[in-house]
């Protein structure tokens, strides 16, 4: 029989929060600077409120935490499971995309008001697609900077 913890380690808690934070704040800052300097920001954030966009941003937190917790980077770095983590850090940005458009989809055809984004005028193949593609590419970039970050600084502490 198998006695392995199920779950999250107590010791990794620290690792999670601060790597999906990171990677949140990273990536929500770039895609913020991107949609100020094209003048985006502003009619968005008016069109869909302050509330719709916290709730949205702290789900997509809950998505990086999940997905952080998913990605043992300490470990691949120590036994040299490289390319295990890469694909893992792919299939993890894959899946983080697919439920936060499926959430924001849901939003958007629920959603009383009409709104800048609605659902049903895009054509949905295309943006699963590129949230796929982006998803994985994402994920596979965040997986590969963490562990050539973790890889420099163990070769700094050596």
Do not use: C
């Not at 470990?75 to 995309?97: C, F, K, P």
Request: no cysteine; proline share 5%.
């Amino acid at each position: 029989m198998d006695n392995k913890p199920t779950g999250l380690q107590p010791e990794r808690v620290l690792e999670v929060l601060t790597v999906g934070t990171g990677v949140l704040v990273g990536l929500t800052v770039g895609i913020a600077l991107v949609l100020h300097l094209t003048g985006e920001l502003g009619p968005i954030l008016t069109e869909i409120g302050t509330f719709p966009v916290s709730l949205l941003f702290g789900y997509l937190w809950l998505l990086a935490l999940v997905g952080a917790s998913q990605v043992k980077i300490g470990t691949a770095i120590a036994d040299g499971e490289y390319r295990r983590q890469l694909e893992n850090g792919a299939i993890v940005g894959v899946g983080i995309s697919l439920v936060y458009l499926t959430v924001v989809f849901i939003i958007g055809f629920v959603a009383p008001t009409p709104a800048v984004f609605d659902p049903a005028s895009q054509p949905m193949l295309v943006i699963v697609g590129v949230g796929v593609i982006g998803g994985a590419i994402g994920g596979l970039l965040i997986v590969a900077s963490l562990l050539g970050l973790g890889i420099y600084s163990k070769r700094l502490t050596n």
